[in-house]
């Protein structure tokens, strides 16, 4: 299962290529001096273990109050003297944001007179604008006595230009060698960054130090196993800051040879684009650890659908070699059937043929990807036996155990389940769009989108039976019901708002002491108070009013007060795309216009990105599912209203968007497993499936429990088992059957569907209760999730174990 993590800020090894100014151009490698031509290979020996000393760090840029001071770590004097905007950025406490105003501008870091002998090189990160370029100065003295007492004249000056930049960080090394400078015997007194090639635009700087000689003694770390709540791991990485070093102060990179190593601050991981599929690859070096206390090593990784990476894990037979650097051997993973969604790799050291009794491992590193995709790695640890005789895999790490990796066994004591508030309910959301956590939640069907089968004793069913035609009516959909009583407005207006007045915070408060993190929420294009689309472009205003104002509680309020995430969901859309009352058809005698016109479409459009602004600062708002079960409509429609909601929503939101293929095609092998890939660009993006064991022609009377107890504990699992294409989310699932099922039985359908589910991104129950719940508790009901929870069929520990 996927258990949860704490998620930490990102640790950035972006190689970068620097131009010295009146010189050759030259490539440069993680803490390192290298030959004009790029590195080809990452050599594990014993100099490796030597890169990581203690470095001199003169700012961090964490504090606002220090640079409104003007001082930087060191206590000596920073400032951009008026010429250029400078800020710690509120999104990152780590990161100093630059706004040149004119070609003259700059920014400085003084060090008074810093001794650099036993010191190789000035490092730092940067982005900017496209293409943009800036010059770092360094001013010097060739002795300390020369700079006495401050630095402020007679010093030297040494340049480096650094060229090509983006919004992706480049971790920036400037060699003294490269400089000019000797560190043996000279001082510096400070760096400063200007003749910004782009002015008026923001550069971002991290982390400004000076780094140590190769020759300096070692100051990397032993991992130690810590236990916690989350399993017992020795961390070798949680990528929790802008470095060159690992949590073990060992080297960390990719030597240049990928194109891309990016921080993704909001989602905690490393995004990796190869530049080749075969010399690419991503490192981090651990120094000569013992494993006696290990039993394997973990991760969690996403890549292309279908794609593949090694694991390739270097290690000596003994410390001996180790110190040494020679023996160094070699044994790899292949980690396969990749996808969007995170997949957690638990591989031990026996399966890798390493005898944790002697040897000691060197480094471990990402190679061979079968894709110049995206990938993406969360947090590296080593395995720690658990307090029980078992092993514990690392709980946190996020994503559906490799099948081909030996399983471990987890500890009962680990649980990945967390509570979260309105404080950190963000944290959640991104672990939810990042597929490190799995969405474990329930839909709120008939709420806001009316569904008569639902809403037995609802003041709307009153009021429905005590009007002529009112049980014709009745399963008709909420905008014909309001269109079909318009001398009753006012009162069918009354008895829908009393109606949605079923669903309060204490319903919230319910599912998050049951474990649930996540609500689906469905509406219909009546939502949007706003004239748009085909047909009367006011027609909204037919349905009854007061939905908008419930559906701010739900997503500003009563959802991330308990830490819960929310998924809208179109179930309804203008011209209907489909003739069930749920799909808001807009007469008695439905006809399907939705495809015909595409004003219709361009309203469903206009009503995604209206959510999707609407809610944008929601730390609860997950995203939006684009269309609910479409079915009366045609496809290749379907197919470019999802493309086009998708460009829309993306231009002011990264939320989740899901997409439902049609409803007879959920199954693998759909058809569309390409449509909207990672692989083409596309990201956070989900595909729909409703599995359900209770309509013919599939499902009938003629299906025991036997039989269905038997297709879900097989069939089921290997649907869901690497199904292609992008994260599948069961958004709609019961425990509804054909025949009644005693209870012992009802809970082992809903552990075999659980399972199946756990292969996809989570999954949405249907649904959360009905209407007529709240009046009568004393009966089994397979579709609602409270009535089965409240029963005992489904437990809390089996909702908190699905995260």
Known sequence: MMRLFTLFLFLFTLASSITLAAAEDFQWSDNEVVSPAPRTSHLHHRSLTKRACSNLLIDNFSSQSQLDNRKNDLGYKTSADGTASISISSSSSSKLVITPSSSSSYFYSNTKCQSISGYSAVQFSIAGPSGASVKVAVRYFDSATSCAPYGTSGYKTAYYTVTGLSSTAKRVTIPFSSLGITPAGSVISSVYLENFSVTGRSYSLWQLALTCSSTSTSTGKTATCTSSSSGSYGLIDDFSATKSTNDLNYATGDDSTCKSVTVLASSNKIQIVPASTSSSYWYSDVGCQALTKFSGVQLSVAGPSGASVQVVVSYYPSSSSCSTGTGVQTATYTVSGLSSTAKRISIPFSTLGIDSNSAVLASIRLKNFSSKGTFYLWKLAFTCPSSSASTTSVANLGGSTAAAVAQTTTSSAATSYTTY??????????????????????????????????????????????????????????????????????????????????????????????????????????????????????EWADFATGSLSVLDKIVNTWAPKYGITVLLSMHGHKGTHGVAEHASPGAANPVVYWDQYTENQQNSVNVAVYLAKRYLSSPAFLGIGMMNEPVNVAESVVRQYFLDAYAAVRAVSNCLLVFAPMLWQQYPSNGWQNFLSPNDGYYNVREEWHPYFCFPPDWSSANNSAQILSYTANELQNDWNGAPGVGKMATEWSLATPNAMSSSDLTQFAKNQMKAYDYGGGFYFWTWKFWADNNNDNYINGWSLKSLLTHGVITKAMMQAAW
């Not at 806001?448 to 639902?454: F, G, M």
């Not at 709307?460 to 014709?472: I, K, M, R, T």
């Open 421 to 538: 508030t309105a404080s950190n309910v963000n944290v959640l959301r991104d672990a939810q769009l990042d597929g490190s956590i799995r969405a474990v939640g329930v839909n709120l069907g008939g709420i806001l989108q009316y569904e008569n089968w639902l809403s037995s004793g609802s003041p709307v069913q009153a009021l429905l039976n005590e009007l002529d035609d009112g049980s014709y009516y009745a399963e008709k959909g909420e905008l014909v019901i309001m269109r079909a009583f318009p001398n009753n407005r006012s009162a069918m207006v009354t008895a829908f708002q009393q109606h949605r007045a079923v669903l309060t915070e204490a319903d919230f408060k319910l599912m998050a002491q049951y474990g649930i993190n996540s609500v689906r929420v469905p509406i219909n294009w009546g939502i949007m108070p706003v004239n748009s689309g085909g047909g009367d472009p006011d």
